[in-house]
C-alpha cells in the first residue's frame, strides 16, 4: 500500500477556503485546552461540519469516504479485527478487496494505527473514512453483547456442575434477578432488541446451544459449548411463559 500523505489539516482547510486564520487559532486552543485532535476540536466548535472535513480530507488522500448507513456490514468479515483492536483505533473491516482489505476508519491519517492493523490483519490496508458515531453504532452493532453472554453461560455452567440443585426448581425460585440463567436472557433479549432481530431461535443440541438470530431474513449465529446451560435456560423460559416445565416431550405454545 502507497504510504499516506503526510497533511497539515488547518493549513488545507484554509486553502479550501473553509476556515480563516483566527478560526484555526481557536481550534488549536481549543485542541491544546482538552487534548482533542485538530479535526475533532474544529467540528466540536463548529467551524465545518464533519461531511465537509471527511470530504476534503478524502478527496486530498484519495481514500473513499463511505456512508456506513447505507453500507451493508459483512459480520464474519469485521470479527476478523478483534474488539479491543477495532475500538482502541475506531476502525471497522469493510471489504476484502484484491489488493488488501479495506477499512473503515474515524483517523485514516493514523499512521501508526494503520501499521498495527496491517501487523495483526496479515494483509495490506487500504483506508477509507466514516463518520466516527455511525462506526461506534455499527461496532456496537457488530461485536454486541457475545462476550459478556459467552462469560455468564460460563458462571451458569460453573455454577450448575457445583451444585446438585434441580435446574426446575432454580428456575421457579422468585429471588433470581442477578442469577446467571436471567441475566443470560436479558443479554440476549437486549442484544436482540439492539439489531433489530425478528426472530431467536434457542436450539439445544447434545453437547452445545446454538442461538440463532434472525436479521434482515439473515441468522445470525452463536454457539455455546456449556451444555447444562440449555437446560436452564429452557426452564427460565417455560417459566416466564406460563408453560409445564415437567413436559418435555410434547410441543408447547406460551408468550410473556
Avoid at 471489504?95 to 495490506?124: C, F, H, T, Y
Avoid at 451444555?227 to 408447547?252: F, T
Wanted: overall charge negative.
Amino acid at each position: 500500500m502507497e504510504a499516506p500523505k503526510k497533511v497539515r489539516l488547518g493549513d488545507l482547510l484554509q486553502e479550501k477556503g473553509l476556515i480563516n486564520e483566527t478560526q484555526l487559532m481557536q481550534a488549536l486552543a481549543e485542541q491544546k485546552r482538552t487534548g482533542k485532535k485538530l479535526g475533532r476540536a474544529i467540528t466540536d466548535l463548529g467551524l465545518v461540519n464533519e461531511d465537509e472535513l471527511l470530504s476534503v480530507l478524502a478527496g486530498h488522500l484519495n481514500y473513499p469516504f463511505i456512508d456506513l448507513s447505507r453500507y451493508r456490514i459483512n459480520q464474519a468479515l469485521a470479527l476478523r479485527l478483534p474488539e479491543t483492536t477495532a475500538r482502541r483505533y475506531r476502525c471497522l473491516v469493510l471489504s476484502e478487496e484484491q489488493n488488501g482489505l479495506l477499512v473503515g476508519m474515524s483517523d485514516p491519517m493514523d499512521l501508526m494505527a494503520i501499521d498495527d492493523l496491517q501487523r495483526i490483519l496479515k494483509l495490506p490496508i487500504m483506508p477509507a473514512f466514516v463518520r466516527e458515531q455511525e462506526l461506534l453504532e455499527v461496532l456496537d452493532a457488530v461485536y454486541r453483547r457475545q462476550e459478556q453472554m459467552a462469560s455468564i453461560a460460563g458462571e451458569l455452567e460453573g455454577e450448575l456442575l457445583s451444585s446438585d440443585f434441580d435446574i426446575d426448581e432454580m428456575a421457579m425460585s422468585t429471588d433470581v434477578n442477578e442469577a446467571p440463567v436471567v441475566r443470560l436472557l436479558q443479554s440476549l433479549f437486549e442484544d436482540a432488541v439492539q439489531i433489530k432481530a425478528s426472530d431467536i431461535h434457542i436450539e439445544p443440541e447434545e453437547n452445545q446451544l446454538r442461538i440463532r438470530l434472525r436479521v434482515d431474513g439473515e441468522l445470525q449465529e452463536q454457539v455455546m459449548k456449556e451444555r447444562r446451560v440449555a437446560s436452564a435456560l429452557v426452564s427460565r423460559l417455560k417459566i416466564m411463559s406460563g408453560l409445564d416445565i415437567s413436559e418435555k416431550r410434547l410441543p408447547q405454545d406460551g408468550r410473556f
